[in-house]
């Protein structure tokens, strides 16, 4: 498989999910304040505790705590089996608290991929000192500290000591590794309640805790020391719940867990529009709705974002995708733009020596931006095993998500001198908004999208919006808060769109396509497909990570697919669709033809084990790459027939075209 892989259709939208469940989906379990499982100071060394982590109904990681003196070690591991890729995310920590249970220093090591990256914190009188280590490189920070820092035995004393009757709240500060800083715990106590633990009745008192690092109230169940027996919280992938298990956790957690077919769905959001030639959208208004507004809304404000309207459930707001930048210079003050960190290792030996080889003497700032998107786009290799992951480890192995894209794009601009950052937010794709990860590079004084995973030659696409944007000394989990509050829990609409510099106004409840007999219409794509009388039409309203548009099935139930998807810096070059069609496993000879006045190639692919046939055409239109594909004998005949059927036009206005 080459780095062509990334332009498949069904894995890109794989990569939509994965920051979600590293930052999110986890926040329930192990990305906790650790306060939430305190034990007792006086707990034997050998003990061990462990606590069971399900993830909608499906045991899917563990935690793991033991007590030695002053000392808490904490050990926990989530393993998925996520559409043929497994993602592994673990983590270790050891606190270190005096006898008053305030934190004197941590040390953490935390795996999202291959490698593992370290964080120690030591606690001064009135600052902290972070000091960072991935890839052989070491990075130290400052925080200020504004108050004192409790640890898990620490914690546990304040709860019990000042939890003990409904309407009881308790603040403190912890300090969140995965997050790289201090968050701020709210405990309130509810109730108290009988629930059974293993064979036992345990009284316990019922709480709800908030922390500024994970904004989405948890319910916990304290028994009468204090220690969690109970741990519910919500996350896009459905129920996060933690109770007490034993030591046979670890083989079953690392078999990993297979979870319902529509988890990932679920922490998508549909659109009420499929949009046409995405990557070429240049400006949109989105009405964003919260189905629980107990966390609040981020702010969605920011550069080519503009905030219309907003109340505490919704927001209406326009993204704009600039225009090409001239070569004016960034501003002398950015240059904490350019420092390394120990996510984006500029200053890595292999990412500095790479810089230099796509160094292009004389280039503007931009044209080397572009020369730098191009070489990750074409070069880099999708895994959806690998999650948050540092640029040492991007460099070598060149694969990962969208967020490993980012990683390296921006630590290559940043090692040339090219002030960028990483963002995160949504991005449109395959009929839903997904979580992605995109970088940004100050040029004068805007900051430009550049994308080198949903790929654009250049200036990003405006069928996207941030929510965080990666500041210089912020870790790899820093701002998940704002992450948690909309993945599984929003709404998006949209209300308008341009493209070729034309509006198109989208009506509430307006079908984004209309069947009339033997024709589909799907006036938003400018779509016709044709079937004969004796089809029928099927998967109307596929989504993620299904990305068909439309179907036809005929008289014996064999199926016919139309696909739509953006094409990648390879699949744009004049080769691109036999590279495409190559690297998806169909053989020459390739047959040239042409659907929908647009040039087009047919191939086809054997299956020996299954001794089953696919045969696909593709073609493209503009930034939009399209399939058209069936299973089975006879399939040069359908493909050919069902690609006679479709026409495809400038996109029409669904309602009004302004």
């Known amino acids: 498989m080459t780095a062509r892989s990334q332009t ?15 930052c999110v989906a986890l926040g329930g379990a192990l990305f906790v304040p650790p306060a939430l499982h305190a034990r007792e100071a006086a707990m034997p060394a050998a003990r061990e505790d462990w606590l069971e982590l399900r993830l909608a109904g499906v045991p899917a990681g563990y935690i793991l705590e033991r007590a030695d003196g002053a000392k808490t070690h904490v050990e926990s591991k989530m393993v998925l089996n996520r ?4 993602v592994e995310i673990s983590s270790a920590t050891t606190f270190d608290e005096d006898a008053d249970g305030r934190l004197r220093s941590l040390t953490t090591q935390a795996s999202t ?3 593992k990256s370290t964080l120690t914190l030591t606690v001064g009188k009135d600052e902290l000192t972070l000091e960072s280590q991935a890839g052989g490189k070491s990075y130290t920070t400052k925080q200020p500290l504004t108050a004192p820092l409790y640890g898990p035995r620490g914690a546990r004393a304040l709860s019990r000591a000042r939890l003990a009757a409904p309407g009881d709240v308790l603040k403190y500060s912890t300090f969140v590794p995965e997050a790289g800083s201090v968050a701020q715990v709210t405990r309130t106590m509810l109730r108290r309640e009988t629930i059974k633990v293993g064979a036992r009745d345990v009284d316990a008192r019922v709480v709800t805790e908030i922390s500024s690092a994970m904004p989405v109230p948890s319910t916990l169940w304290l028994d009468a020391d204090a220690r969690v027996v109970r741990q519910e919280q919500r996350s896009p992938f459905g129920l996060v719940e933690l109770s007490p298990g034993t030591a046979a956790l670890r083989a079953v957690v690392e078999a990993g867990a297979e979870l319902p077919d529509d988890t990932y769905s679920n922490a998508v959001a549909r659109s009420n529009v499929r949009l046409p030639r995405p990557r070429d959208v240049e400006r949109v208004v989105l009405r964003l709705e919260l189905k629980n507004p107990e966390a609040g809304l981020p702010d969605l404000s920011g550069p ?38 120990a996510v984006l290792q500029s200053d890595h030996a292999d990412v500095a020596r790479l810089a230099a080889q796509l160094k292009r003497p004389g280039a503007s700032r931009w044209q080397q931006a572009r020369v730098l998107q191009d070489w990750v786009s074409e070069n880099m290799q999708f895994d959806a095993g690998v999650a948050m992951v540092s640029a040492s480890e991007v460099v070598r192995d060149r694969r990962g998500t969208c967020v490993a894209y980012a990683v390296l ?4 601009a940043r090692a040339l001198e090219i002030p960028s950052r990483m963002v995160f937010g949504y991005v449109y794709a395959a009929n839903m908004w997904g979580g992605h990860a995109w970088t940004e590079i100050r040029i004068g004084d805007d900051w430009v999208p550049i994308d080198a995973a949903m790929y654009a030659p250049g200036v990003a696409d405006a069928a996207r919006f941030a929510i965080v944007r990666l500041a210089e000394k912020q870790g790899a989990g820093t701002d998940q808060a704002a992450l948690a509050q909309l993945f599984g829990n929003e709404r998006i609409r949209v209300l308008s769109y341009a493209i070729d510099g034309r509006t198109i106004d989208v009506a509430d409840g307006a079908k ?6 033997d024709v589909y219409r799907n006036a938003p794509l400018g779509l016709v497909v044709r079937k004969s009388a004796d089809a029928s039409f099927v998967k109307l309203d596929a989504m993620y990570p299904d990305t068909t548009v439309v179907g036809v099935r005929d008289a014996q139930g064999r199926e016919t697919t139309l696909h739509q998807g953006a094409a990648s810096v390879v699949e744009l070059r004049e080769d691109g669709l036999a590279a495409y069609l190559k690297e998806k496993g169909y053989a020459a ?3 040239a033809l042409r659907v929908a006045g647009r040039p087009a190639l047919l191939a086809t ?50 309602v009004v075209a302004r």
Do not use: C
Request: charged content about 30%; glycine content about 6%.
């Open 83 to 86: 559409m043929g890729s497994k």
């Open 409 to 412: 794009l921006t630590s290559l």
């Open 304 to 341: 080519n974002q503009r905030v219309i309207e907003k109340s505490d459930r919704h927001v209406v707001f326009e993204v704009t995708r600039p225009n090409t930048p001239d070569d004016a210079q960034s501003p002398r003050e950015d240059a904490q733009y350019v420092n390394p960190t």
């Open 8 to 22: 498949s259709l069904r894995r890109k939208a794989l990569a939509l999910s994965l920051h979600a469940v590293a």
């Open 589 to 591: 000879p390739m047959q």
């Open 512 to 517: 984004a396509y209309a069947i009339d007999g």
């Open 605 to 654: 692919k054997v299956d020996a084990g299954k001794k089953t046939a696919t045969t696909a055409i593709a073609f493209r239109d503009g930034e939009d790459l399209w399939l058209v594909r069936t299973d089975g004998d006879d399939g040069e005949r359908r493909v050919r027939a069902a690609a006679q059927g479709v026409e495809l036009a400038a996109p029409a206005a669904a």
């Open 113 to 115: 991929s291959r490698d």
